[in-house]
C-alpha cells in the first residue's frame, strides 16, 4: 500500500494569497489525483497530474487558479492562487492502488482555511 | 456520464443495532464500485469494493455490500455498529472505461451509545 505525505496538514489564509500544498508518494505513480472536498460535501476531481505532461483539470476547474507540478513520479504540488473564502477546504492528493480497478489512496487531507 | 447517489445524509443510530447505508448510481457501461470511510480529521480509507464475480462483498471492520445490477445499487450494511464506527461513508464509482473515481455526496452515520 502507498503511503502519501501531505503538506500542510491545515492552514490559516488571508484573501488574496496563494498556498502551495505537497504531496509526497512512497512509490513511483503515473497518475496522481487531486480532489477538493468543501465543508459537509463530497469530493470533487480538480485534475489529475501525470508526470512529464500537462495537468488535466476537470469542468469548473482551471489552471491559473490551481497550477499544478509534477516534478517527478513521486511528487505534485497544488496551488491554490488568489483565495477567498470560498476555497476553504480540504484538499485531497490520491494516487491509484491498482490501474485497472481505479481504487484509490489517499492522503490525510490539507485543511485551508480563508479569512 | 456517470453519477452516485446516496439517499441518506444522516444517519443516526444506536450502538449494536444493524444499518444499512444506501447508494445507487448510473452508467451506460459496466462498473466497479466502491465504499470509502473518513473519520473525523482524517483522509478517506477503502472499506470494499466489487468489481466481478459474488455479487456480495465484504470489507474491513465488518461491513459488507450488495452490488444489485437491475436496481443499480450497491447498499453498505452491517449487523452490529459500534461507536467507532461514527464516521463518514462514501460510495463511488468508476466506469471500466476510464480511471476516474466519481463519489457520491456522503452519508455521516452516527452511533449513539
Known amino acids: 500500500s502507498a503511503v502519501i505525505s501531505q503538506k500542510p496538514s491545515r492552514d490559516i489564509c488571508q484573501r488574496g494569497t496563494s498556498l502551495t500544498i505537497q504531496c509526497q508518494v512512497d512509490s513511483q505513480v503515473t497518475m496522481m489525483f487531486w480532489y477538493r472536498q468543501q465543508p459537509g460535501q463530497s469530493l470533487t476531481l480538480i485534475a489529475t497530474a501525470n508526470q512529464g505532461s500537462e495537468a488535466t483539470y476537470e469542468s469548473g476547474f482551471v489552471i491559473d487558479k490551481f497550477p499544478i507540478s509534477r516534478p517527478n513520479l513521486t511528487f505534485s504540488t497544488l496551488t491554490v492562487s488568489n483565495m477567498s473564502p470560498e476555497d476553504s477546504s480540504i484538499y485531497l492528493c490520491s494516487v491509484p492502488r491498482h490501474t485497472n480497478t481505479g481504487e484509490l489512496f489517499f492522503g490525510e487531507g490539507s485543511r485551508l482555511t480563508v479569512l | 456520464a456517470q453519477s452516485v447517489t446516496q439517499l441518506d445524509s444522516q444517519v443516526p443510530v444506536f450502538e449494536e443495532a444493524p444499518v444499512e447505508l444506501r447508494c445507487n448510481y448510473s452508467?451506460?457501461?459496466?462498473?466497479?464500485l466502491f465504499w470509502y470511510v473518513q473519520y473525523p480529521n482524517q483522509g478517506l480509507q477503502l472499506l470494499l469494493k466489487?468489481?466481478?464475480?459474488?455479487?456480495l462483498v465484504k470489507g474491513i471492520n465488518g461491513f459488507e455490500a450488495e452490488f444489485n445490477k437491475s436496481q443499480t445499487s450497491f447498499h453498505l450494511r452491517k449487523p452490529s455498529v459500534h461507536i467507532s464506527d461514527t464516521a463518514e461513508y462514501f460510495c463511488?464509482?468508476?466506469?471500466?472505461?476510464?480511471?476516474?473515481?466519481?463519489f457520491g455526496g456522503g452519508t455521516r452515520l452516527m452511533v449513539k451509545p
Open positions: 463511488a464509482v468508476r466506469n471500466n472505461a476510464g480511471n476516474m473515481l466519481t
Open positions: 452508467s451506460s457501461v459496466s462498473v466497479y
Open positions: 466489487y468489481l466481478s464475480g459474488s455479487t
